[in-house]
């Protein structure tokens, strides 16, 4: 009991020092006449009877401390009683012991006053400073942190110590509403907060049946009228169904677009007026002034009553003031308040706030106004027009500027800004506020609604801008037409929209006004007559150098500076093969102009080499094979296809980019470095092109113009100190070859950020993401105008501008990036569709599917087979997906599009027209989280089943969680992944339907049910496919083309593996169940054959092989005949411990990417899956529908081999043969 009073006493103390009290007068002779308030009990109470009360359960020390420590004075001022100083010849000496404890304490309590006021100082600095998102201070006594929740609760015998929230919100009509949730502890942050909920339909956010509205805490306050260590809580609105912003949360987007123009860093600043009135009858609204007379009728005309002050000038100071000092203990971010021209009419004044902080601190500022009208029995109207006739009306003026206003010239900025906002002029008003058409009607300094205008300490003019903003160059601007009632997050999400268009625009166009390039003098020609040379050539031209500096060997070997600069020329040169180069139409009729001979058939005759396969081929070393290719002349012996491209002829072989392997070491050996040179200039004074061509010269510096740098160097070479004459390698200077690749070589050797770069922020503000750039850095081959091409040659010498332009549009994305609106999905949840990955094998499992055509092209070769029209098509299989949803009576559906389906797991990932939905008020489509590590044996669980039409929900419990996949019907084939079984209650197993989602009982979803039995499939590799879609990068998916099954450790034993201790022995192993005909693994690996390491390290579970195989894959864009790369794998083969290589392949790759229609039939390759359930060499085409050309001979599942005797390996060469048939005539088929 003692405790609880001791800890309530902190909470009263601090009330007290609120308020002001004195909580410390001393012991004296009047001790017993001294009363004090007793926090246990709260009675009034002198020492003597606090005495009384405590004396058999506590010791007298123990209650005068009490008393001393905890008991506080009654709420009142007062001063407390000096003892008379006694007379110095009364003094009697002290004890030696009391002296120096006495003498030891002086000091510290000196220090002690002297250090607080600077303490309390700071911590009035702090208070003042907060950022709310960094939380609030803890209050003494009471505990801080998250908040633990009802189960907490109900442990608690009292609840002395908890701490209430307001939860603020506001409604469908931005109306603040509220209600008090009792707390563990009081939030630090709003981390601490819990997301809660409220019946929607009594707001007008949601319909009766379907009620339920989420509170999201976004910003945390003091309660200034619970006084601490109470709170207030600034949450958004969101429905549980779908997590969507609820009707009227407007936070949502003003959010998201203060993020994206975050780099702008927008300030706002709000005056809000506010008209207090006399209530009127309960629910309806107030209409009389009071600030008007008794009986209604209007008071002396507006004058006297602005920033005024006295009786009968000033009415409604009090709840002026009070509204003030709340708002300031809350936190809330008010600058200042004052009376208004109307009688009854204030102002008060928010910010500076940055961002979406403008509307919460309004928001929360509008609520405790609310309250404290409430409490002096008055209403706060806002709007804007509150009284008829010749009266001011009610506006929420708001203050705005940005970086560049607020810097030096940012008064040029404000104008650009101005002149945008009368662009859009009917789009802001249509945000400023309902009834602002009676405010804004030219009169009471203010513009008409219709007008728009802009000048200078004008208040009559839409935007002002302050005196001082002019005459400083810089500032602020003020815009005047919202309204008082005006929704805070639709204003200055508006505001920040245009502003951000606007500088997007001069971003862009300052983009392209101005070149920057990266130039660096290579490693063979770092001297100083050399540097001196660079300085004054780039001078001539009227280029500016920004920044100049020394990168030495080690540096750049060590951070792989110039791998990554030559990362195309690299990769083409060592890990591409020839057969994966794109050369141009053009580029090949050069190629056999020079050689005399077709590209096709010398790749067909295995002649072309990249330069590390060639020094293989040679018998020589990187080195020699750079010096042949050095000797090669242009325009004989070697071309150039692209950038960075280059085929020579050595010996009797053509070789692509032997230069690279000599010229790295150039770079990184000992002793050498590069010296940079960051430069800029006028885009309209030298074009790129010439830049390139005439200040720089071309790659072969004998034939560069002679004024240019490289032949100058190469001219006079040993003048400048050169130890050998520049050739096309050691060309003596590089340049950047367009302002997009400037900026690849300025973020890798100068590291330099893609967002503070002026051409980076330039992609960036046109609406190109930063993860693309970052991808187009790395030179991909692009699609572009029907062709394919290097991004950086499809660049190269184009001025700003026009790259810019050519980025611009989505058409430069390639077949690997995923639709930017993925990126705006919930990568926590998706809609659960179960979807057959082998979409190629069948119509879609759990889905209504039909067989579509569409989306195709017809093939340059077609022919008519009777009846039949023969089509190849190009797209992801055939399939057309349909999602039902189903309600209490209703049923609706919806179209859906396959965004991935898996090639082997059992799941697919699609997109719902959600939008398309008609009937709201009777259905919903629900996203369900994901909960990836959620499963455990004898977990309680339930699953939503639709297999009779209507939603059953089946309950059961998990059973297991690591049983090998199931053999499926039809083609269908999984492997290397757990499956979990569940325990259902027997009267629901006829209900089980495929696809439904497995959930816990916290509603989160674990699984994905796959068939009859309980099986279900967890949810990792839906996640990690989830994540990959929303990072926008292709899934990695590897395989080794074997299939894999989790074995007891004990059948292990008796395959040969080794007995270990039981304490480090692994419960099951992963045994070899099959290997593809065909593949690799099936010459290097046995079935039976127990996996025991992979790359070095113990791998005993599926989840493990999968990731890294899918890391390895995720390295490199390998097609089905070209390995991704290699992993090295320790088996166990009868007792043996086996070491093997295997190559990982890319899954995805190997599934079909093409199918035929033929006479009603759908014809493709053999898939992964369908080779590995019935143990085939991926080889054949498949019948997914015989048709009515082939029905009479083949049935539906069956791989046709040949046609009239000709092999068909694969659909190009079906269709050949079929076309070869001549018209009207049988044909026989082996299958």
């Given at each position: 009991?003692?405790?609880?009073?001791?800890?309530?006493?902190?909470?009263?103390?601090?009330?007290?020092?609120?308020?002001?009290?004195?909580?410390?007068?001393?012991?004296?002779?009047?001790?017993?006449?001294?009363?004090?308030?007793?926090?246990?009990?709260?009675?009034?109470?002198?020492?003597?009877?606090?005495?009384?009360?405590?004396?058999?359960?506590?010791?007298?020390?123990?209650?005068?401390?009490?008393?001393?420590?905890?008991?506080?004075?009654?709420?009142?001022?007062?001063?407390?009683?000096?003892?008379?100083?006694?007379?110095?010849?009364?003094?009697?000496?002290?004890?030696?012991?009391?002296?120096?404890?006495?003498?030891?304490?002086?000091?510290?309590?000196?220090?002690?006053?002297?250090?607080?006021?600077?303490?309390?100082?700071?911590?009035?600095?702090?208070?003042?400073?907060?950022?709310?998102?960094?939380?609030?201070?803890?209050?003494?006594?009471?505990?801080?942190?998250?908040?633990?929740?009802?189960?907490?609760?109900?442990?608690?015998?009292?609840?002395?110590?908890?701490?209430?929230?307001?939860?603020?919100?506001?409604?469908?009509?931005?109306?603040?509403?509220?209600?008090?949730?009792?707390?563990?502890?009081?939030?630090?942050?709003?981390?601490?907060?819990?997301?809660?909920?409220?019946?929607?339909?009594?707001?007008?956010?949601?319909?009766?049946?379907?009620?339920?509205?989420?509170?999201?805490?976004?910003?945390?306050?003091?309660?200034?009228?619970?006084?601490?260590?109470?709170v207030l809580v600034m949450a958004d609105c969101w429905n549980a169904w779908d997590d969507k912003p609820a009707i009227g949360n407007t936070r949502a987007e003003c959010a998201a677009n203060m993020t994206k123009y975050k780099q702008l860093d927008p300030w706002f600043g709000i005056e809000q007026e506010y008209t207090l009135m006399v209530p009127g009858k309960v629910g309806e609204k107030a209409t009389v002034l009071l600030g008007f007379n008794k009986d209604g009728s209007a008071p002396a005309p507006q004058?006297?009553?602005?920033?005024?002050?006295?009786?009968?000038?000033?009415?409604?100071?009090?709840?002026?003031?009070?509204?003030?000092?709340?708002?300031?203990?809350?936190?809330?971010?008010?600058?200042?308040?004052?009376?208004?021209?109307?009688?009854?009419?204030?102002?008060?004044?928010?910010?500076?706030?940055?961002?979406?902080?403008?509307?919460?601190?309004?928001?929360?500022?509008?609520?405790?106004?609310?309250?404290?009208?409430?409490?002096?029995?008055?209403?706060?109207?806002?709007?804007?027009?509150?009284?008829?006739?010749?009266?001011?009306?009610?506006?929420?003026?708001?203050?705005?500027?940005?970086?560049?206003?607020?810097?030096?010239?940012?008064?040029?900025?404000?104008?650009?800004?101005?002149?945008?906002?009368?662009?859009?002029?009917?789009?802001?008003?249509?945000?400023?506020?309902?009834?602002?058409?009676?405010?804004?009607?030219?009169?009471?300094?203010?513009?008409?609604?219709?007008?728009?205008?802009?000048?200078?300490?004008?208040?009559?003019?839409?935007?002002?801008?302050?005196?001082?903003?002019?005459?400083?160059?810089?500032?602020?601007?003020?815009?005047?037409?919202?309204?008082?009632?005006?929704?805070?997050?639709r204003v200055c999400n508006r505001i920040i929209i245009t502003t951000g268009e606007c500088m997007d625009q001069d971003i862009v166009t300052g983009g392209g006004a101005k070149h920057a390039a990266f130039v660096f003098i290579k490693p063979h020609a770092v001297y100083d007559k050399v540097k001196d040379l660079v300085k004054e050539k780039l001078a001539e031209h009227g280029i500016t150098i920004k920044s100049e500096g020394q990168i030495k060997a080690e540096t750049i070997d060590k951070k792989k500076l110039?791998?990554?600069?030559?990362?195309?020329?690299?990769?083409?040169?060592?890990?591409?093969?020839?057969?994966?180069?794109?050369?141009?139409?053009?580029?090949?009729?050069?190629?056999?102009?020079?050689?005399?001979?077709?590209?096709?058939?010398?790749?067909?005759?295995?002649?072309?080499?990249?330069?590390?396969?060639?020094?293989?081929?040679?018998?020589?070393?990187?080195?020699?094979?750079?010096?042949?290719?050095?000797?090669?002349?242009?325009?004989?012996?070697?071309?150039?296809?692209?950038?960075?491209?280059?085929?020579?002829?050595?010996?009797?072989?053509?070789?692509?980019?032997?230069?690279?392997?000599?010229?790295?070491?150039?770079?990184?050996?000992?002793?050498?470095?590069?010296?940079?040179?960051?430069?800029?200039?006028?885009?309209?004074?030298?074009?790129?092109?010439?830049?390139?061509?005439?200040?720089?010269?071309?790659?072969?510096?004998?034939?560069?113009?002679?004024?240019?740098?490289?032949?100058?160097?190469?001219?006079?070479?040993?003048?400048?100190?050169?130890?050998?004459?520049?050739?096309?390698?050691?060309?003596?200077?590089?340049?950047?070859?367009?302002?997009?690749?400037?900026?690849?070589?300025?973020?890798?050797?100068?590291?330099?950020?893609?967002?503070?770069?002026?051409?980076?922020?330039?992609?960036?503000?046109?609406?190109?993401?930063?993860?693309?750039?970052?991808?187009?850095?790395?030179?991909?081959?692009?699609?572009?105008?029907?062709?394919?091409?290097?991004?950086?040659?499809?660049?190269?010498?184009?001025?700003?501008?026009?790259?810019?332009?050519?980025?611009?549009?989505?058409?430069?994305?390639?077949?690997?990036?995923?639709?930017?609106?993925?990126?705006?999905?919930?990568?926590?949840?998706?809609?659960?569709?179960?979807?057959?990955?082998?979409?190629?094998?069948?119509?879609?499992?759990?889905?209504?599917?039909?067989?579509?055509?569409?989306?195709?092209?017809?093939?340059?070769?077609?022919?008519?087979?009777?009846?039949?029209?023969?089509?190849?098509?190009?797209?992801?299989?055939?399939?057309?997906?349909?999602?039902?949803?189903?309600?209490?009576?209703?049923?609706?559906?919806?179209?859906?599009?396959?965004?991935?389906?898996?090639?082997?797991?059992?799941?697919?990932?699609?997109?719902?027209?959600?939008?398309?939905?008609?009937?709201?008020?009777?259905?919903?489509?629900?996203?369900?989280?994901?909960?990836?590590?959620?499963?455990?044996?004898?977990?309680?669980?339930?699953?939503?089943?639709?297999?009779?039409?209507?939603?059953?929900?089946?309950?059961?419990?998990?059973?297991?969680?690591?049983?090998?996949?199931?053999?499926?019907?039809?083609?269908?084939?999984?492997?290397?992944?757990?499956?979990?079984?569940?325990?259902?209650?027997?009267?629901?197993?006829?209900?089980?339907?495929?696809?439904?989602?497995?959930?816990?009982?916290?509603?989160?979803?674990?699984?994905?049910?796959?068939?009859?039995?309980?099986?279900?499939?967890?949810?990792?590799?839906?996640?990690?496919?989830?994540?990959?879609?929303?990072?926008?990068?292709?899934?990695?998916?590897?395989?080794?083309?074997?299939?894999?099954?989790?074995?007891?450790?004990?059948?292990?034993?008796?395959?040969?593996?080794?007995?270990?201790?039981?304490?480090?022995?692994?419960?099951?192993?992963?045994?070899?169940?099959?290997?593809?005909?065909?593949?690799?693994?099936?010459?290097?690996?046995?079935?039976?054959?127990?996996?025991?390491?992979?790359?070095?390290?113990?791998?005993?579970?599926?989840?493990?092989?999968?990731?890294?195989?899918?890391?390895?894959?995720?390295?490199?864009?390998?097609?089905?005949?070209?390995?991704?790369?290699?992993?090295?794998?320790?088996?166990?083969?009868?007792?043996?411990?086996?070491?093997?290589?295997?190559?990982?392949?890319?899954?995805?790759?190997?599934?079909?990417?093409?199918?035929?229609?033929?006479?009603?039939?759908?014809?493709?390759?053999?898939?992964?899956?369908?080779?590995?359930?019935?143990?085939?060499?991926?080889?054949?085409?498949?019948?997914?529908?015989?048709?009515?050309?082939?029905?009479?001979?083949?049935?539906?599942?069956?791989?046709?081999?040949?046609?009239?005797?000709?092999?068909?390996?694969?659909?190009?060469?079906?269709?050949?043969?079929?076309?070869?048939?001549?018209?009207?005539?049988?044909?026989?088929?082996?299958?």
């Amino acid at each position: 009991q003692f405790q609880a009073r001791a800890c309530y006493a902190g909470a009263f103390a601090a009330l007290c020092n609120n308020l002001k009290c004195d909580s410390s007068p001393t012991f004296g002779a009047t001790m017993a006449e001294d009363k004090r308030v007793d926090p246990a009990t709260g009675d009034t109470v002198t020492f003597k009877e606090l005495s009384a009360a405590y004396a058999k359960k506590y010791k007298n020390n123990e209650i005068k401390d009490y008393w001393e420590d905890e008991c506080k004075p009654p709420v009142r001022e007062r001063k407390p009683r000096v003892k008379r100083a006694a007379k110095e010849d009364d003094a009697k000496p002290e004890p030696k012991a009391k002296a120096k404890a006495k003498a030891k304490a002086e000091p510290k309590a000196k220090a002690k006053a002297k250090a607080e006021p600077n303490a309390k100082a700071k911590a009035a600095a702090k208070s003042v400073e907060r950022d709310p998102d960094e939380g609030l201070a803890p209050v003494k006594g009471f505990p801080s942190g998250k908040d633990a929740g009802a189960g907490a609760l109900a442990k608690l015998k009292t609840f002395t110590k908890c701490v209430l929230a307001e939860y603020v919100w506001l409604d469908a009509k931005q109306v603040p509403r509220s209600k008090t949730m009792t707390m563990t502890s009081r939030p630090s942050k709003v981390s601490d907060l819990r997301v809660w909920n409220y019946d929607g339909s009594s707001t007008e956010q949601a319909d009766g049946h379907n009620s339920e509205v989420l509170l999201k805490p976004r910003a945390i306050f003091n309660d200034p009228f619970r006084g601490p260590p109470h709170v207030l809580v600034m949450a958004d609105c969101w429905n549980a169904w779908d997590d969507k912003p609820a009707i009227g949360n407007t936070r949502a987007e003003c959010a998201a677009n203060m993020t994206k123009y975050k780099q702008l860093d927008p300030w706002f600043g709000i005056e809000q007026e506010y008209t207090l009135m006399v209530p009127g009858k309960v629910g309806e609204k107030a209409t009389v002034l009071l600030g008007f007379n008794k009986d209604g009728s209007a008071p002396a005309p507006q004058g006297p009553y602005y920033t005024s002050a006295g009786f009968g000038v000033a009415i409604g100071r009090p709840i002026a003031d009070e509204h003030y000092t709340m708002c300031m203990e809350a936190g809330v971010k008010i600058s200042g308040i004052n009376a208004e021209v109307m009688p009854g009419q204030w102002e008060y004044q928010i910010g500076p706030c940055r961002g979406v902080e403008i509307g919460d601190h309004m928001t929360m500022a509008r609520y405790i106004m609310l309250r404290v009208t409430e409490k002096h029995g008055v209403v706060c109207s806002i709007d804007p027009k509150p009284a008829e006739g010749d009266w001011n009306g009610a506006g929420c003026h708001t203050n705005f500027s940005t970086t560049a206003m607020r810097a030096k010239g940012g008064y040029e900025v404000i104008i650009k800004v101005c002149e945008a906002f009368g662009k859009v002029v009917k789009q802001h008003i249509q945000d400023y506020g309902e009834d602002n058409d009676k405010r804004l009607t030219g009169k009471h300094e203010t513009c008409d609604i219709n007008t728009f205008k802009y000048g200078v300490a004008n208040r009559a003019a839409s935007i002002r801008i302050p005196r001082d903003a002019e005459k400083d160059g810089r500032g602020y601007m003020e815009d005047r037409r919202p309204g008082a009632n005006c929704d805070p997050y639709r204003v200055c999400n508006r505001i920040i929209i245009t502003t951000g268009e606007c500088m997007d625009q001069d971003i862009v166009t300052g983009g392209g006004a101005k070149h920057a390039a990266f130039v660096f003098i290579k490693p063979h020609a770092v001297y100083d007559k050399v540097k001196d040379l660079v300085k004054e050539k780039l001078a001539e031209h009227g280029i500016t150098i920004k920044s100049e500096g020394q990168i030495k060997a080690e540096t750049i070997d060590k951070k792989k500076l110039i791998d990554v600069h030559y990362g195309a020329i690299a990769a083409k040169a060592v890990s591409m093969k020839p057969s994966e180069l794109t050369v141009q139409d053009k580029a090949q009729k050069e190629f056999e102009t020079q050689f005399g001979v077709a590209w096709s058939k010398v790749m067909e005759e295995g002649l072309v080499y990249n330069a590390m396969d060639a020094a293989k081929k040679l018998g020589i070393t990187g080195d020699e094979l750079g010096e042949k290719y050095d000797k090669l002349k242009k325009g004989e012996t070697i071309i150039k296809f692209g950038g960075g491209f280059y085929c020579g002829k050595v010996d009797d072989i053509y070789v692509i980019n032997g230069f690279y392997m000599s010229m790295r070491g150039k770079f990184t050996a000992k002793g050498t470095s590069i010296y940079y040179y960051e430069v800029e200039w006028p885009a309209d004074k030298l074009a790129w092109s010439d830049f390139r061509g005439k200040v720089l010269g071309g790659t072969d510096p004998a034939t560069a113009p002679g004024s240019s740098l490289r032949n100058i160097v190469y001219s006079k070479w040993e003048e400048l100190g050169l130890q050998a004459q520049p050739d096309t390698g050691d060309n003596g200077v590089h340049a950047s070859a367009s302002p997009f690749e400037a900026l690849a070589e300025r973020c890798n050797w100068l590291r330099a950020s893609i967002g503070r770069d002026f051409f980076g922020q330039a992609l960036l503000a046109s609406d190109i993401p930063i993860k693309t750039i970052r991808d187009w850095s790395q030179d991909p081959s692009v699609e572009f105008e029907g062709g394919k091409k290097s991004l950086f040659d499809l660049l190269e010498d184009l001025d700003g501008t026009e790259v810019l332009k050519k980025a611009a549009p989505a058409t430069m994305f390639t077949s690997k990036y995923i639709d930017n609106q993925l990126q705006n999905d919930n990568p926590k949840s998706v809609y659960f569709q179960r979807a057959c990955s082998t979409i190629f094998n069948g119509s879609v499992r759990g889905a209504k599917a039909t067989l579509a055509a569409g989306h195709s092209g017809e093939a340059k070769a077609q022919q008519q087979m009777g009846r039949a029209h023969l089509k190849v098509c190009t797209l992801l299989g055939p399939v057309r997906v349909v999602a039902t949803l189903l309600g209490v009576g209703a049923s609706e559906e919806l179209p859906a599009s396959v965004v991935y389906a898996d090639p082997v797991h059992d799941f697919a990932i699609l997109r719902v027209a959600v939008a398309h939905l008609r009937r709201h008020g009777e259905l919903c489509a629900t996203e369900l989280p994901l909960r990836v590590d959620g499963c455990h044996v004898g977990q309680e669980i339930q699953v939503l089943c639709s297999g009779l039409g209507n939603v059953q929900i089946l309950s059961g419990n998990i059973a297991c969680v690591d049983q090998n996949p199931p053999e499926f019907d039809g083609d269908n084939c999984d492997e290397n992944t757990f499956y979990g079984r569940l325990a259902l209650r027997p009267e629901s197993r006829a209900l089980e339907s495929s696809g439904a989602p497995v959930l816990d009982s916290e509603g989160f979803a674990v699984g994905l049910l796959t068939a009859p039995g309980g099986l279900f499939l967890p949810l990792d590799r839906v996640a990690y496919v989830l994540e990959c879609l929303r990072q926008q990068e292709c899934v990695p998916r590897g395989t080794l083309c074997t299939a894999f099954a989790s074995t007891p450790f004990a059948q292990c034993v008796r395959l040969g593996v080794a007995v270990c201790s039981s304490a480090s022995a692994p419960c099951a192993l992963l045994r070899v169940l099959r290997c593809l005909p065909g593949s690799a693994a099936s010459t290097r690996l046995q079935p039976g054959d127990v996996l025991m390491e992979l790359e070095g390290s113990p791998c005993t579970d599926f989840a493990q092989l999968e990731a890294t195989l899918d890391c390895v894959a995720a390295r490199s864009d390998a097609g089905a005949s070209t390995p991704a790369g290699g992993v090295q794998m320790m088996v166990c083969r009868g007792g043996k411990r086996v070491e093997v290589e295997l190559e990982v392949l890319d899954l995805l790759s190997l599934h079909p990417s093409a199918f035929m229609e033929l006479g009603l039939g759908i014809f493709h390759e053999v898939s992964y899956q369908t080779a590995q359930k019935y143990n085939v060499p991926m080889q054949g085409v498949y019948a997914a529908q015989p048709g009515l050309v082939f029905g009479a001979a083949l049935r539906s599942g069956a791989v046709v081999l040949a046609v009239n005797g000709v092999a068909c390996p694969d659909l190009p060469h079906f269709e050949e043969a079929l076309c070869r048939v001549p018209d009207g005539q049988r044909f026989s088929v082996t299958w």
